[in-house]
């Protein structure tokens, strides 16, 4: 067999923070799949390099960890990969232990217990720019000696070290020969031994540096001070929101007008008839009318990785910790909750961080009670609709004040139901939190707009996938069967959309639902602001995602304040989307917690429907 | 007799070496898995710790320096660790 031409598997492996995720990008470039979310890394991705000489090499990126006994679902994964225990995938060829240069302890613990497992290795000492400033000393010959591995110095955000750690480990592949595998968990005594042997090897290959790192201690200083620390915390949250609504404004005007000028374009090229009302009515302005929300996740975002890559996340984790455990939840699910802010889907994934199940598991559950932004058009469209655009007290804005309303009632509902399920389901126990703090760092500009540009292409990917055919679905249902010749009233009262709204109706009735709200619900169930798009279809407004101001005098002129009310309230709770019903059943693997969340958040949604209902018309709002 | 103290009773600024990681006697289940956890982060016997800072509510959790990393743990976790205070 020609070796060559043998691709080489190759896995990236370290602690949390190295720059495992930011080697796979240079080693990769573009050329990857799959991606992180987050900041952190929990999916697999796998890249593919061409070598100098030729080989094909695929590389796998890791999430971090300290050790192979894994205690989240994410360090399992990492397990699983090294030890190639992963259904369908072979062990690696090569493992590659990403080091962060300035902080070798605990990675070369656990370079000698990957040893164990018996595949050839190189080290990558990484962010070794950081340690020639700092003017750290590491004997190199020595280290690689004491350990048995090849190392190469790495600056992965610059670049430097890629092509000799190609070079190496393509060394390694030729010639070093895998061995058997030894590997298992170790007890407390043996990890004992390794890290004394470690800090052995610590002290006669390294020389503490000359000019330590003092710039993390002083903005930890301000940054965790027990009250200043937590006041920046919410000036950070609220800066962040406030840039969400502001920045973004005139870039979804700006989608918004092409999505219109398209629209109107091709309607002026097709003939009146079917096509033209699939194409402009059902495919450009559903899936148009999503991609709107494209600015508002990027920069919910950008403030996301920047704060990650700074290393903030972990302080915020830090200062949350108490508030979020008094509510039963982890210090460390404050990442996957404010994730979810964009969308759950992303927060949902990203509570694999957290390394107790049950936390995990609660983490999981209230994600979606976090305000999605795909809430934010129904909200907007409601509110414009019912609420006075009027100043109250003085300074404050009735309007912002009603959807600041929605996202406080998110939020607060969620630490009560995770109150519950402590209660109900784990009887108070409570789970350890320990995590490192890393040194702070200055975001790299060029790799935070690479992994924005990552998750620009999961949205749109995901409107293209999801969103697109059950908008076409929706067209369908509310095109077909035709109105009769002599119909009276618009063509949707007789389509299968409105058949099924009608049947529906009495279960809504209750909470103050007419039948166009009910079949406007059905395709929010595939993604919540498609329900904008369809109201508009049931009242028989044309192109409505164009027309807000024209769908909200609409709407205010035929419901009721109450029935209005009622329907935010129902936005709140209620599980409508399907993607992330999906992903808690991948993430949980589990019907019975799917159901429970199903059934916790349908229960909740129709309860506070029905509240805010009987309350508003008591109140003179019906 | 020299200071010996659980590090989950340490205060802002103290610093030691730790002594004992996890529990003497009951080893079992939670506190053994809780113990082999310390020791991968870093906690062990003869690693020089620092309390750089606390929490706002009950002083929990805590910021540690644990020779030259920052660790966050809470007070409850602390608690396995004993530490041996420098003379001031
Ligand atoms: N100065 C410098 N910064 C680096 C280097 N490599 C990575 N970084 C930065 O270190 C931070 C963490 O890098 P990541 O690649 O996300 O780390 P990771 O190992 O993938 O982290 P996890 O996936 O969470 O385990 C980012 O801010 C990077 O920009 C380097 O060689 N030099
Ligand atoms: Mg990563």
């Known amino acids: 067999m020609d070796m060559a031409l043998k691709t080489a598997r190759v896995a990236l492996v370290g602690n949390p923070n190295s720059g495992k995720t930011a080697l796979f990008n240079a080693l990769t470039g573009a050329h990857q799949k799959v991606a992180n979310y987050a900041g952190v890394t929990v999916e697999r991705k796998e890249g593919l390099i061409r070598t100098a000489s030729g080989r094909?090499?695929?590389?796998?990126?890791?999430?971090?960890?300290?050790?192979?006994?894994?205690?989240s679902p994410d360090e399992e994964v990492t397990r699983d990969a090294v030890l190639g225990r992963l259904a369908g995938e072979v062990p690696p060829d090569v493992l590659v232990c990403v080091a962060d240069a300035t902080n070798l302890r605990l990675i070369l613990r656990l370079v000698l217990e990957l040893k164990a497992v018996g595949r050839p290795m190189v080290l990558a000492l990484n962010m070794y720019d950081i340690a020639q400033r700092q003017g750290l000393r590491i004997d190199l010959e020595k280290l690689g000696a004491e350990l048995g591995v090849p190392i190469i110095t790495t600056v992965a955000t610059r670049k430097r070290g890629i092509d000799d750690l190609i070079a190496a480990v393509e060394t390694q592949v030729d010639v070093a020969a895998a061995s058997e595998n030894h590997w298992r968990s170790p007890d407390a005594t043996e990890l004992r031994t390794a890290a004394r042997e470690a800090e052995r090897i610590m002290k006669a290959c390294v020389r503490?540096?000359?000019?330590?790192?003092?710039?993390?201690?002083?903005?930890?200083?301000?940054?965790?001070h027990p009250l200043g620390g937590m006041v920046i915390l919410m000036v950070i949250l609220f800066a962040m929101f406030q840039a969400v609504f502001s920045w973004a404004a005139p870039l979804m005007d700006g989608i918004e007008g092409i999505v219109g000028w398209l629209g109107a374009g091709v309607a002026a090229l097709l003939p009146d008839g079917l096509l033209q009302s699939l194409i402009v009515d059902g495919i450009i302005s559903g899936v148009g009318s999503v991609l709107v929300f494209l600015p508002q996740i990027?920069?919910?975002f950008l403030f996301i990785i920047a704060l990650e890559d700074f290393g903030y996340m972990a302080r915020a984790a830090f200062l949350m910790d108490k508030i979020m455990g008094g509510a039963g939840l982890h210090g460390r699910a404050f990442i996957p909750l404010l994730s979810s802010f964009a969308c759950a889907i992303p927060g949902i994934m990203a509570a694999r961080v957290i390394d107790s199940k049950r936390d995990r598991l609660t983490t999981i559950l209230v994600a979606p009670l976090m305000t999605c932004s795909a809430r934010i058009p129904v909200y907007t469209l409601i509110i414009a609709a019912f609420i006075p655009n009027e100043?109250?007290?003085?300074?404050?804005?009735l309007q912002g004040l009603v959807m600041f309303g929605l996202y406080a009632a998110g939020i607060v509902s969620a630490l009560l139901v995770s109150l519950v399920i402590r209660k109900v389901f784990w009887r108070g126990a409570v789970e350890p939190f320990m995590m490192e703090l890393p040194t702070y760092k200055v975001p790299d500009f060029k790799s935070v707009v690479f992994n924005l540009w990552i998750r620009a292409k999961i949205f749109i990917n995901r409107a293209g996938r999801i969103i697109l055919p059950l908008v076409i679905i929706l067209w369908v249902l509310a095109t077909f069967p035709y109105p009769p010749e002599n119909a009276t009233m618009p063509g949707i009262d007789y389509s299968f959309a409105g058949m099924i709204g009608r049947a529906l109706e009495p279960i809504f009735a209750p909470i103050g639902f007419n039948w166009q709200m009910v079949v406007a619900l059905i395709p929010g169930m595939a993604a919540r602001e498609v329900a904008v798009a369809a109201l508009g279809t049931t009242y028989a407004i044309a192109d409505a995602e164009n027309a807000t101001g024209l769908l909200a005098s609409t709407l205010s002129a035929q419901w009721s304040l109450a029935t209005a009310l009622s329907f935010l309230a129902w936005y709140i709770f209620a599980p409508q989307c399907v993607a992330t019903l999906g992903v808690v059943k991948r993430e949980t693997n589990s019907w019975k917690w799917t159901w429970i969340m199903i059934g916790y958040m349908f229960g909740l949604a129709y309860l506070a429907s029905f509240v805010t209902y009987h309350v508003a018309v008591a109140l003179g709002g019906g | 007799m020299t200071d010996t103290i659980k590090l989950s009773q340490a205060r802002r600024g103290d610093q030691g070496v730790i002594t004992q990681v996890g529990a003497h006697c009951h080893h079992q289940g939670e506190a053994v898995e809780l113990e082999r956890r310390l020791l991968e982060l870093g906690f062990v016997e003869g690693a020089h710790v620092e309390l750089l800072h606390e929490g706002l509510f009950g002083r929990d959790p805590i910021a540690i320096k644990v020779d030259d990393m920052r660790v966050a743990l809470r007070r409850h976790e602390a608690a396995s660790l004993t530490i041996r205070l420098d003379a001031a």
Do not use: K, Q
């Not at chain 1, 503490?208 to 965790?224: A, K, N, Q, W, Y």
């Not at chain 1, 100043?391 to 804005?397: H, I, K, S």
């Open chain 1, 56 to 71: 094909t090499m695929s590389v796998l990126d890791l999430p971090g960890t300290y050790s192979l006994r894994a205690r």
């Open chain 1, 208 to 224: 503490p540096p000359e000019r330590p790192d003092t710039l993390t201690g002083r903005i930890d200083d301000v940054l965790l």
């Open chain 1, 298 to 300: 990027l920069i919910l």
């Open chain 1, 391 to 397: 100043t109250v007290w003085g300074f404050v804005n």
